[in-house]
């Protein structure tokens, strides 16, 4: 199946326009909020000053005492000016009697003409909307009696087109300055944080095809503020190193296994050719023939152990689980061990439960993973003490295998349980693929347990086994 190619957007200008376009989006939904807001109040506070307005001519008639007005005479005190409410235009005001014919206005013409319909006046709603002429354009009307000891004898009337009430060119123009201003600002600062985001992981990519060229010198900065970049770049780092390691323990122990698997059979080689060429007879040849089958022997060790290590790995072992006392079965390991070693110098101790107690274990696994550790420790010390001891856990059985040798370096401590690793110290006085350790782990975890580096310094190393026990009821 062959996936189509996709044009790919840099993480800067990907991010950037749907930003823009959300905050783009989120702004002109808030222009058009914000100017509904600015029409609908500026009408509502211009009816009010209208309201005001209407009622405070209709206070001047009545104060001054004088009806002239009503008469056909001017308004005491004139008429308010338009500035008032900030308009244009001059609104269309007038003065009606009862009837509704007007009697005064401050222009000769006017959407109510010289008779205001009586209906408009005997209406109870100081605020009146009305649609006036050919085109249905709607009208504000608002009205104000003119009361005389309790009686009305007129009324003052205001009137002037929505349109023209909600007409606000200049805060239209300040909203539409400010939101560009925003849209600009946010799109700056988008464009700048997302650059500032995108910069490590371009670095990181760039890190990354480098490695995958084979090149881990890598060189990322640590100067990151946000804790999600600065983790992303310290643990490719560490990730980058660590796989350098790696890569360089791989090539150097696939050199020492081909060098450990040529040795014997360059050795082979040579006796058996010494004998086929007559070079040697008698006790010699039965001693070069010795020597040949006990490099057979140990070339062998190392094959079973690399199939042992592939079946292991691929989960390809059946282990068998039995119950058995492990105060009996660790003596019985040590003791087998003791009796097959013929070097002298070496002690070993054994520490048992006090009460001994049953647990599941595949036997001969662990008589494994044990004679792994013994051997390992003899060679650590040569000549020294190898102490066995057994103690319980709230989990688990606990058998630690120490010795009193030079420890273990510290920087080899975290690889000792990596496939093929062999120490500096291992490396060239002992022959062997490095997989004991390794093999030993994987058949402890098969048995859901474990075995861990407890302690190693100058003064000795102690290895733990841990195996699941049965929780008392």
């Given at each position: 199946?062959?996936?189509?190619?996709?044009?790919?957007?840099?993480?800067?200008?990907?991010?950037?326009?749907?930003?823009?376009?959300?905050?783009?989006?989120g702004l002109?939904a808030?222009?058009?909020?914000?100017?509904?807001?600015?029409?609908?109040?500026?009408?509502?506070?211009?009816?009010?000053?209208?309201?005001?307005?209407?009622?405070?001519?209709a206070?001047?008639?009545?104060?001054?005492g004088?009806?002239?007005?009503?008469?056909?005479?001017?308004?005491?005190?004139?008429?308010?000016?338009?500035?008032?409410?900030?308009?244009e235009?001059?609104?269309f005001?007038?003065?009606?009697?009862?009837?509704?014919?007007?009697?005064?206005?401050?222009?000769?013409?006017?959407?109510?003409?010289?008779?205001?319909?009586?209906?408009?006046?005997?209406?109870?709603?100081?605020v009146?909307?009305?649609?006036?002429?050919?085109?249905?354009?709607?009208?504000?009307?608002?009205?104000?009696p003119?009361?005389?000891?309790?009686?009305i004898?007129?009324?003052?009337?205001?009137?002037?087109?929505?349109?023209?009430?909600?007409?606000?060119?200049q805060?239209?123009?300040?909203?539409?300055?400010?939101?560009?201003?925003?849209?600009?600002?946010?799109?700056?600062?988008?464009?700048f944080?997302?650059?500032?985001?995108?910069?490590?992981?371009?670095?990181?990519?760039q890190?990354?095809?480098?490695?995958?060229?084979g090149?881990y010198?890598?060189?990322?900065?640590?100067?990151?503020?946000?804790?999600?970049?600065?983790?992303?770049v310290t643990?490719?780092?560490?990730?980058?190193?660590?796989?350098?390691?790696?890569?360089?323990?791989?090539?150097?122990?696939?050199?020492?296994v081909?060098?450990?698997?040529?040795?014997?059979?360059?050795?082979?080689?040579?006796?058996?050719?010494?004998?086929?060429d007559?070079?040697?007879?008698?006790?010699?040849?039965?001693?070069?023939?010795?020597?040949?089958?006990?490099e057979?022997?140990?070339?062998?060790?190392?094959?079973?152990?690399?199939?042992?290590?592939?079946?292991?790995?691929?989960?390809?072992?059946?282990?068998?689980?039995?119950?058995?006392?492990?105060?009996?079965?660790?003596?019985?390991?040590?003791?087998?061990?003791?009796?097959?070693?013929?070097?002298?110098?070496?002690?070993?101790?054994?520490?048992?439960l006090?009460?001994?107690?049953?647990?599941?274990?595949?036997?001969?696994?662990?008589?494994?993973?044990?004679?792994?550790?013994?051997?390992?420790?003899?060679?650590?010390?040569?000549?020294?003490?190898?102490?066995?001891?057994?103690?319980?856990?709230?989990?688990?059985?606990?058998?630690?295998?120490?010795?009193?040798?030079?420890?273990?370096?510290?920087?080899?401590?975290a690889?000792?349980?990596?496939?093929?690793?062999r120490?500096?110290?291992k490396?060239?006085?002992?022959?062997?693929?490095?997989?004991?350790?390794?093999?030993?782990?994987?058949?402890?975890?098969?048995?859901?347990?474990?075995?861990?580096?407890?302690?190693?310094?100058?003064?000795?190393?102690?290895?733990?086994?841990?195996?699941?026990?049965?929780?008392?009821?």
């Open positions: 199946m062959f996936i189509k190619n996709k044009k790919r957007i840099p993480l800067t200008r990907y991010w950037t326009s749907r930003y823009l376009m959300t905050l783009c989006i002109i808030i222009a058009f909020i914000s100017a509904f807001w600015i029409r609908s109040t500026t009408l509502e506070n211009r009816l009010n000053i209208m309201k005001l307005l209407t009622e405070d001519m206070n001047r008639i009545v104060s001054a004088e009806l002239r007005p009503l008469l056909g005479g001017g308004v005491p005190g004139g008429f308010p000016d338009r500035r008032w409410m900030d308009l235009g001059e609104p005001i007038y003065i009606a009697n009862t009837e509704g014919q007007v009697v005064s206005s401050n222009r000769p013409m006017g959407p109510l003409g010289k008779q205001v319909n009586v209906n408009i006046i005997e209406v109870k709603e100081t009146q909307k009305m649609q006036l002429g050919k085109d249905s354009i709607n009208f504000y009307l608002v009205k104000a003119i009361t005389v000891n309790g009686n004898i007129g009324w003052v009337l205001m009137i002037e087109s929505e349109i023209e009430l909600a007409k606000v060119n805060e239209y123009t300040l909203l539409t300055i400010m939101i560009i201003s925003l849209a600009l600002l946010g799109w700056g600062a988008i464009y944080l997302t650059k500032r985001l995108s910069r490590p992981i371009k670095e990181v990519a890190a990354a095809k480098q490695v995958q060229e090149d010198r890598i060189h990322l900065p640590l100067n990151s503020h946000e804790e999600e970049v600065f983790e992303l643990s490719f780092k560490e990730m980058a190193n660590r796989l350098e390691q790696l890569e360089s323990l791989r090539t150097e122990l696939l050199a020492g081909t060098h450990e698997l040529r040795t014997p059979v360059t050795s082979i080689s040579g006796l058996l050719q010494a004998i086929n007559n070079v040697v007879s008698g006790d010699e040849a039965k001693e070069f023939l010795k020597i040949s089958l006990k057979t022997t140990k070339m062998k060790k190392m094959v079973e152990d690399l199939l042992a290590f592939n079946s292991f790995a691929a989960n390809a072992v059946t282990l068998t689980m039995i119950k058995v006392n492990i105060n009996d079965l660790v003596e019985s390991i040590v003791y087998q061990w003791n009796i097959s070693q013929e070097e002298e110098g070496i002690n070993t101790t054994i520490s048992l006090k009460n001994d107690i049953q647990i599941e274990v595949d036997t001969i696994r662990l008589e494994q993973i044990m004679i792994n550790l013994l051997n390992n420790a003899k060679q650590a010390i040569q000549e020294g003490e190898i102490q066995v001891s057994i103690s319980l856990d709230k989990y688990d059985v606990c058998i630690d295998i120490a010795d009193n040798g030079p420890g273990i370096p510290i920087n080899e401590q690889f000792i349980f990596e496939r093929f690793y120490g500096e110290g490396k060239y006085k002992h022959r062997g693929l490095g997989l004991g350790l390794s093999l030993s782990k994987m058949i402890a975890l098969a048995m859901e347990g474990d075995l861990v580096l407890k302690q190693s310094s100058t003064f000795g190393t102690v290895f733990r086994i841990r195996l699941t026990r049965e929780k008392k009821l």
